[in-house]
């Protein structure tokens, strides 16, 4: 049964998304992934949003782009945590995604990631460490994703002495 629900406005972010996708895989997460558009399909929005909980999903990753109100109001329409990912935009560069998720107002917390390919990819990440709060085999799991990030740059060096 997925535990987390990735959703993006449009299949021009999956490029990005797929990111956050591929952590989860490398996790083991079970995961959902659907294009739901905060402006072109509203109503599917908030019934995502209101039934996300009832369908045992523990996180939501919301990607957007531009005007980039998905993840904000994904998130005023459940208690789940949500975390966005501002998708890199042609004329803003994504600066507007990033302000667009990172400015809500006081009451409705929307976790925010960098913009683009990392900041999907720490969605994923972020969303593993929210579950393995609750779930020791996923905590472990973490420890050893951390485990071989350092054994990555005890290779650089060697790499780096040769
Ligand atoms: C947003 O508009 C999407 O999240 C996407 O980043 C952006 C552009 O969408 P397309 O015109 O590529 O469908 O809703």
Known sequence: MARVGVIMGSISDWETMKHTCSTLDELHIPYEKEVISAHRTPDEMFTYA???????????????????????????????????????SKALNGLDSLLSIVQMPGGVPTATVAIGKSGAKNAGLLAARIIGAFDHDIADRMKNYRENMKQSVNEMRDELAD
């Open 50 to 88: 209101k039934t996300a909980r009832d369908r045992e999903l523990k996180v939501i990753v919301a990607g957007a782009g531009g005007a980039a109100h998905l993840p904000g109001m994904v998130a005023a329409q459940t208690t789940l945590p949500v975390i966005g990912v501002p998708i890199q």
